[in-house]
C-alpha cells in the first residue's frame, strides 16, 4: 500500500464543524448507503424526464495520483511505481453516468471493467432485436 499523507479534510471550513467528525459523518453516511440512493433517485428521475439512452453505453477509464491513499490504491506502473489510482465510469449514450469502478493503478483494465458493469446503480434493460444494446 502506498504511505498516506494528511488528510483533505483539514482543509474544511471550520464553521462546518471539526474535519475528523465532517469526515465521520461522511464515511457513516456513505456505509448507509446514502449517496448511492441519491445517485440512483437522480437516475430514476432523468430516466422519467428524459429517458436513460440504453442504445449506446461507454466506458473510459484515467489513472491518477493518489496523494493520500487509501485501499483502493497501488503502485502505477506509468509513474514510476507512485501510489495511483485507476477510475473507470460506464455512461449512457447521452454521457449521464450509470456505474464507476475504482482501483489501483496497478489493476488490469479487464477486471476494472467487469467491477465496473457489474457496478451500475440502475437495472439495466434486457437488449431485444427491436432496443439492442451496444458498448463502446
Request: with cysteine.
Amino acid at each position: 500500500m502506498c504511505c498516506a499523507r494528511a488528510s483533505g479534510w483539514n482543509a474544511l471550513a471550520r464553521e462546518l464543524g471539526a474535519s475528523s467528525t465532517v469526515h465521520d459523518r461522511f464515511q457513516d453516511w456513505e456505509r448507509a448507503g446514502f449517496f448511492k440512493a441519491v445517485w440512483q433517485a437522480g437516475l430514476s428521475e432523468y430516466d422519467d424526464l428524459k429517458g436513460i439512452q440504453w442504445e449506446w453505453q461507454a466506458v473510459d477509464g484515467v489513472m491518477t495520483k493518489a496523494p493520500f491513499a487509501g485501499a483502493a490504491t497501488g503502485a502505477n506502473p506509468t509513474d514510476r511505481g507512485k501510489c495511483g489510482t485507476k477510475r473507470s465510469v460506464l455512461t449512457d449514450g447521452a454521457g449521464i453516468p450509470l456505474a464507476l469502478g475504482v482501483d489501483g493503478a496497478n489493476r488490469h483494465d479487464v477486471r476494472l471493467l467487469s467491477a465496473t458493469l457489474d457496478g451500475l446503480v440502475i437495472s439495466r434493460p434486457e437488449p431485444i432485436p427491436e432496443q439492442p444494446q451496444h458498448l463502446c
